[in-house]
C-alpha cells in the first residue's frame, strides 16, 4: 500500500518536472535573446538600414511590417469570405470539403509554399524576388488561422439570435453583415492576431520570395525585393563579425518581443470578450 | 414612417456575398491542388531523369558546369555527372522527427497531465499562456539559441566533433513540436468528462493509474492524431535544423552527432547552387523533393485527421 502510493507521488512528480522543464526552457531561451539583444537595441537601429554586415535594421522592420500588412489584407478577405461561406451558404458536402482542405493546408511545410511561389511566380511570371510574392506566401500560410477562428466564432453566434432574425425578414448578407459579424467580431480579431504574430515570425517561405534587401522596400508590387527581420536572425548570426551578432540579437529580440505581445493581446482580448459576454 | 430596406436585403446582395464568398472558399481548396500540380509538373523533367534512384542514390551532384555536353536519360539532360539521389535527406527528415517524437511524445503526455491534473485551476491559465507562447516562438529563434548555445555545449561531448548534427537538430525538433503535443493532448483530456477519472478512481486506483489506465487509453485517437499532427510539422521544420543540422551533403550519418540534412533544410541550402545549373535540372530536382515532402506530410496529416474524427466519434459516446 505504501508502495502504491509513493510511486503514484513519484509519476506525479516526474509530471509536475515535466511541465516546469517546459516552462524553464521557454525563459531560458527567452533570457538568452534578451540578455544578448537588449544591449543591442541602440534607438538607430530603427532609423538605419543595414549595410553590408552591420547598420540598423529600419529596412528589415518596415519589410517585416509592409509584407504582414498586405498578407493580411489578402488573408482577410479570403479567409472570411471562406469562413462565412462554410457558414451561411455552403451545402454539407461543401462545409466537411473546404473545412477537410484548410486543415490540410495547415499541414503544408511552409518551405513547399516558399519553393511552389518561387517557381511560379519569381521566375514563371517573372515578379522577381518582390513584395507581392512575399505576402502571398505569408498570406497562404496565415490562412488556415484566420479560416478556422473565423469559422468557429461564426458558428457560436447563438441560433435563437440568428433565427429571430431571418423571422423578422432578414435574409442572409442582413444576418451575415449585422448579426453574425458583431457577435463573432471577437473571436475573428483573436484569429487574425495570432496569424500575426505567426507572419512575422516566418522565414522559410519568405527567402525565396520576398528575397533580401539592405534598403528600405518600395511599395513597388513586383521586381523589388523587400527585406525582414527573420532573415537578419538567420543570416547575420553566421557571420565572423561581433557587429553582425549584435544585429541578430536585436532582430530576435524585436521578434519575441513583438509576438509575445500580439498573443498576450489575443489571448486576454479573447477572455474579456468571453468573460462580459457571459455575464450579459 | 416607412423606412427603405438596406442594401443588404436586396436579392443582387445574397447573389453577390453566396457568390464572392464561395469564391474565396474555392480559392482556399485550389491552392493546395495547385501547388502539387504546378511543383509535380515543374518536376516531371527531374522525376524522368532521376527515376528510381532518386530514392536510392546518396550522390546529390548538380555536374560539371563548365564541361561540354550532357548527359541524356529518359529524353531528359542535365550537366555531364549529375546525379540526384535524395536517400540523405529523406533519412534525415525521418530521422530527426522519429527520434524527436520519441523524445517529445512521452515529455508532452507529461507536461499535458500535470496541466490538466495538478496545476490549480486558478494558475492554469497562466501555464497554458506560456505554453502557447513556447508554441509562437519564431523558427529562427530556436535555431538561433541551439547555433550558439545547444550546439557548443553538445561539442562537449566526447566524440561529438562541432555538435551540429543529428542529435542537435533532434533536441531542437524535439522542442519545438511539445507546445503543439502539450496543448492538443490537454484539450481532448479536458474535453473527456471527468467521470472516467473519478470512477477509475472510485475502483480504489491510484490518481497515476488512473491517468494511464483509464483516462488516456480513453482519449487513445485524439493522442494518436495530435502525435501525427506534431510529426507532420517536424518533417517540415525548415529553419531552426537547418542552422543546427551541419547541412549534411552525400553522407549519411555514421552516429548521432554526425552532420544530417532534411528535405526542407536542403531546398533552402542547394536552392542557390541549384540556380548556377545551366540545364535546370538541379532546381527541378530540387521541385521533385518538394513533392515528396509535400506527399509525405500529406499522408501524416490525412491519416491524422482520419484518427482525430474516428475519435471524436467513438470518443463522443
Not at chain 1, 11 to 30: G, N, P, R
Not at chain 2, 63 to 86: H, I, W
Not at chain 2, 142 to 158: D, E, Q, S
Not at chain 2, 214 to 240: H, Q
Request: with cysteine; glycine share 10%.
Amino acid at each position: 500500500m505504501i508502495w502504491r502510493s509513493a510511486f503514484n507521488r513519484l509519476w506525479w512528480t516526474i509530471s509536475i518536472l515535466c511541465l516546469l522543464a517546459a516552462i524553464a526552457i521557454l525563459f531560458i531561451v527567452f533570457a538568452f535573446v534578451a540578455i544578448r539583444g537588449f544591449p543591442a537595441l541602440h534607438p538607430e537601429i530603427f532609423y538605419t538600414v543595414t549595410s553590408g554586415i552591420a547598420g540598423g535594421l529600419a529596412n528589415a522592420i518596415a519589410g517585416t511590417f509592409l509584407l504582414v500588412s498586405v498578407g493580411l489584407l489578402i488573408v482577410t478577405v479570403v479567409g472570411l469570405g471562406t469562413a462565412i461561406w462554410i457558414v451561411e451558404f455552403a451545402p454539407p458536402w461543401g462545409k466537411s470539403t473546404v473545412r477537410f482542405a484548410i486543415d490540410i493546408l495547415s499541414g503544408v511545410p511552409s518551405i513547399v509554399v516558399g519553393y511552389f511561389l518561387y517557381v511560379a511566380l519569381v521566375e514563371a511570371l517573372g515578379w522577381g524576388f518582390s513584395l507581392m510574392a512575399g505576402a502571398l506566401a505569408l498570406a497562404i500560410f496565415m490562412l488556415p488561422y484566420v479560416v478556422r477562428s473565423a469559422d468557429i466564432a461564426l458558428s457560436k453566434v447563438p441560433p435563437a439570435i440568428r433565427e429571430g432574425a431571418f423571422a423578422l425578414g432578414a435574409r442572409p448578407a442582413m444576418v451575415v453583415f449585422t448579426i453574425a459579424f458583431p457577435w463573432a467580431a471577437p473571436g475573428i480579431l483573436t484569429g487574425l492576431l495570432v496569424a500575426t504574430g505567426i507572419g512575422v515570425g516566418e522565414t522559410a517561405p519568405l527567402i525565396y520570395t520576398a528575397g533580401w534587401s539592405n534598403y528600405m522596400p518600395t511599395l513597388a508590387p513586383t521586381h523589388s525585393p523587400v527585406g525582414y527581420l527573420t532573415y537578419v536572425v538567420w543570416t547575420y548570426i553566421s557571420q565572423p563579425f561581433a557587429k553582425s551578432h549584435e544585429l541578430a540579437y536585436a532582430a530576435a529580440l524585436l521578434l519575441m518581443i513583438f509576438i509575445f505581445t500580439t498573443n498576450l493581446l489575443a489571448r486576454s482580448f479573447l477572455e474579456y470578450s468571453l468573460s462580459s459576454r457571459g455575464r450579459r | 414612417m416607412i423606412q427603405r430596406p438596406s442594401r443588404l436585403q436586396r436579392p443582387n446582395a445574397q447573389i453577390a456575398l453566396g457568390g464572392l464568398t464561395g469564391i474565396a472558399a474555392l480559392t482556399s481548396v485550389l491552392i493546395i491542388v495547385l501547388m502539387l500540380v504546378f511543383l509535380a509538373i515543374y518536376a516531371y523533367p527531374a522525376i524522368r531523369f532521376n527515376g528510381l534512384g532518386f530514392f536510392s542514390g546518396t550522390i546529390w551532384n548538380i555536374g560539371n558546369q563548365y564541361g561540354s555536353g550532357s548527359v541524356t536519360r529518359n529524353g531528359f539532360s542535365a550537366e555531364p555527372g549529375a546525379v540526384f539521389g535524395a536517400v540523405v535527406f529523406i533519412f534525415g527528415s525521418v530521422a530527426t522527427s522519429s527520434l524527436a517524437m520519441i523524445i517529445a511524445v512521452p515529455f508532452s503526455i507529461m507536461v499535458a497531465m500535470a496541466l490538466v491534473y495538478r496545476v490549480h485551476p486558478r494558475i492554469r491559465p497562466i501555464a497554458n499562456a506560456l505554453v502557447e507562447l513556447m508554441a509562437g516562438v519564431p523558427s529562427v529563434v530556436y535555431g538561433l539559441w541551439g547555433m550558439v548555445v545547444l550546439v557548443p555545449l553538445i561539442a562537449r561531448l566526447p566524440g561529438a566533433g562541432s555538435g551540429n548534427g543529428l542529435l542537435a537538430a533532434t533536441i531542437i525538433l524535439a522542442l519545438m513540436v511539445t507546445p503543439i503535443m502539450v496543448a492538443t493532448i490537454r484539450d481532448v483530456v479536458l474535453a473527456q468528462s471527468a467521470t472516467i477519472f473519478e470512477a477509475s478512481m472510485a475502483l480504489g486506483g491510484t490518481s497515476w493509474q488512473a491517468v494511464t489506465r483509464a483516462v488516456l487509453p480513453s482519449v487513445r485517437g485524439g493522442v494518436v492524431a495530435s502525435v501525427l499532427l506534431a510529426f507532420g510539422r517536424a518533417l517540415g521544420e525548415t529553419m531552426a535544423v537547418l542552422m543546427v543540422c551541419g547541412s549534411a551533403i552525400n553522407s549519411l550519418p555514421q552516429n548521432i552527432y554526425q552532420p544530417v540534412n532534411t528535405i526542407a533544410a536542403v531546398i533552402v541550402s542547394q536552392l542557390e547552387s541549384a540556380l548556377t545549373d545551366s540545364s535546370g535540372m538541379a532546381q527541378r530536382s530540387l521541385a521533385e523533393l518538394a513533392v515528396v515532402l509535400f506527399l509525405i506530410t500529406l499522408a501524416v496529416n490525412i491519416i491524422a485527421r482520419v484518427a482525430l474524427h474516428g475519435a471524436d466519434r467513438s470518443e463522443g459516446q
